[in-house]
């Protein structure tokens, strides 16, 4: 089937063909990025009403893949601002209260000193070799407030800069230092709870 | 003297970018005293490792490659997309 170039007419919206076609591609590009099934599920939901809007625009050029991940992109980026905006003044409160960690995370007393030392997890090497230890990562990355498990995934598995990061999400680089700090710390806790047991790590 | 808190910020701090001298050495003074944070630090770095092991291939390691969209989730989607192309003033 050949096809010029000129002869492209609009795409006419065909929501039910592209969930069928690229729903799960979109759905799992989402998910490594929000790290929650249902966060995934509602950008997929917002890409899609967006394309239906912006089928006239669509050149034809772009596969309609191409050109549904790039929607997926900006609605992806536009849903982790919105997070990090909500999480914000949370974190820059509890970072500069002295006994707010105590409180929220139970990591240190008032004076900044381990409540709970942290433990062997033993030969790393090993640990990381560990399919289980990889299962309890992606577990405890999906635990973390959304904000900062949005922020640790687009540093520490997308790669990406700080300053790319700052850009995107238009915060400051201390905004990002706090929310990686607290990504880091809770998903340290949340593995050590995970592979030496819960015994005195559970404080309720 | 730093206190352990301090220290744990510090260090996440050094794993996005260089910190300036003084800093590095404070950090490394409580270290040589705190066993504690000696251990925090091997697991950050672990914690890193993790990440983009994750990141680049761990997805064979996870489930994520055989992720779908569920037949609810689909099924909600595909509800509120009809709900617009029906929308009257859609067509006005």
Same mark, same amino acid.
């Given at each position: ?41 509602? #950008? #997929? ?38 997070? #990090? ?9 509890? !970072? ?31 640990? %990381? ?11 405890? !990355?999906?635990? %973390? ?8 995934? !687009?540093?520490? %598995? ?47 | ?5 301090? @220290?744990?910020?510090? @260090?996440?701090?050094?794993? $996005?970018?260089?910190? +300036? ?5 404070? @950090?490394?003074? /409580? ?9 925090? @630090? ?16 761990? /997805? $064979? ?22 709900? *617009?192309? $029906?929308? +009257? *003033?859609?067509?006005?």
């Amino acid at each position: 089937m050949s096809k010029d170039p000129s002869d492209i007419i609009a795409v006419q919206p065909d929501p039910d063909r592209w969930l069928q076609d690229f729903g799960d591609i979109l759905f799992r590009y989402a998910l490594r990025r929000l790290h929650n099934t249902a966060h995934a599920e509602d #950008v #997929v939901q917002e890409t899609l009403l967006a394309a239906i809007q912006a089928c006239a625009s669509y050149s034809g050029r772009a596969s309609e893949k191409t050109w549904l991940i790039g929607i997926l992109k900006h609605k992806i980026i536009d849903f982790i601002r919105k997070q #990090v905006r909500e999480s914000t003044v949370d974190d820059i409160n509890a !970072l500069s209260d002295a006994t707010a960690d105590g409180g929220i995370d139970g990591l240190f007393d008032a004076r900044g000193h381990w409540i709970h030392p942290p433990r062997d997890w033993g030969n790393p090497v090993k640990t %990381l070799q560990n399919h289980q230890f990889l299962e309890a990562f992606e577990q405890c !990355l999906a635990r %973390l407030k959304a904000a900062h498990a949005q922020v640790f995934s !687009l540093k520490e %598995l997308h790669g990406q800069s700080i300053d790319e990061i700052c850009n995107e999400l238009d915060i400051t680089a201390t905004n990002c230092s706090v929310m990686l700090y607290r990504a880091r710390m809770g998903l340290r806790r949340c593995l050590e709870t995970r592979l030496t047991g819960n015994d005195q790590e559970e404080l309720q | 003297m730093l206190s352990c808190k301090e @220290v744990c910020y510090i @260090v996440s701090e050094s794993l $996005d970018a260089k910190l +300036p001298w003084h800093k590095r050495l404070k @950090v490394r003074i /409580h270290l040589l005293m705190c066993k504690a944070c000696r251990r925090m @630090v091997r697991q950050m770095e672990l914690l890193r490792a993790a990440a983009r092991r994750y990141g680049s291939n761990g /997805h $064979d390691a996870s489930n994520l490659e055989q992720e779908k969209l569920s037949h609810e989730a689909s099924a909600r989607i595909l509800k509120r997309l009809h709900q *617009t192309e $029906d929308d +009257p *003033t859609d067509h006005a």
